[in-house]
């Protein structure tokens, strides 16, 4: 996913503020999933959700505004009830800009623990 940096996701310094790298994580996901034939709320819908049960982030050197990343999303594993997405943004130029990863669970409406639907295992195995 290619991702402009704008002003106002930087901040004082001119560099993108640490949190936001949160909200490019989950758009890189939520394409990662479109492009595999699922949108967050035709999931949602279904009464299958996601919640956040750890986040890491390591950051190895700024980005500013101007700047594109590219976000590269794999999934490193998953199992019946968990997804674990692995990320590494690089900017226009080629630099390492960090690694991430996501571990979600999936729950239900009542956000209690439900499997992954079977059609999305089967996609995540592709």
Do not use: W
């Amino acid at each position: 996913m290619k991702k402009k940096i704008y002003y106002h996701d930087t901040d004082f310094s001119g560099a993108v503020y640490h949190a936001n790298y949160l909200k490019f994580l989950e758009e890189a996901r939520s394409e990662f999933l479109e492009a595999r034939g699922f949108t967050v709320t035709g999931l949602l819908e279904r009464g299958t959700g996601f919640a956040v049960r750890r986040q890491e982030m390591e950051y190895k050197a700024p980005s500013v505004y101007g700047d594109v990343l590219d976000i590269v999303t794999t999934v490193k594993e998953f199992t019946p009830y968990r997804i674990v997405f692995a990320y590494t943004l690089h900017n226009q130029t080629g630099r390492l800009i960090g690694r991430a990863e996501t571990d979600l669970v999936c729950v239900g409406r009542d956000l209690k623990l439900q499997e992954l639907p079977e059609d999305l295992k089967a996609a995540l195995k592709r």
